[in-house]
């Protein structure tokens, strides 16, 4: 399974980024607090919901905004899937394929 696109809106200092990957190796590259991290950040929560760098909600959701949007497509078995997270305070929203 490979990632095709990811589409980022409010999460960490990201407001919108949308990245479309190569399935061999992709560099991501930039001066420091330009999103990096952020990017790498989103990747993981889409596979775990979680953070591997807070425990907490606020850090992880824009300081203009009340929620973030994590949208990724896969590839895989010859399909293209779409996985999607969206998260506040007060809901969490997941939904594969749909």
């Known amino acids: 399974m490979t990632v095709a696109v990811l589409d980022i809106t409010d999460f960490r200092n990201l407001r ?15 001066p420091n607090a330009s999103g990096k991290t952020s990017i790498l ?7 775990r919901t979680r953070s ?3 425990r907490q909600l606020k850090p992880l959701i824009h300081h203009q905004a009340t929620a973030f949007r994590l ?5 895989s078995g010859g399909r293209r899937i779409p996985i999607g997270i969206q998260r506040s305070a007060q809901a969490v929203t ?5």
């Open 71 to 75: 949208l990724a497509w896969v590839n």
């Open 41 to 47: 950040e989103a990747l993981y929560y889409l596979g």
């Open 16 to 30: 919108q980024a949308r990245l479309e990957l190569n399935d061999g190796l992709n560099l991501i590259a930039g």
């Open 52 to 54: 591997f760098r807070s």
């Open 94 to 98: 997941i939904r594969v394929d749909g």
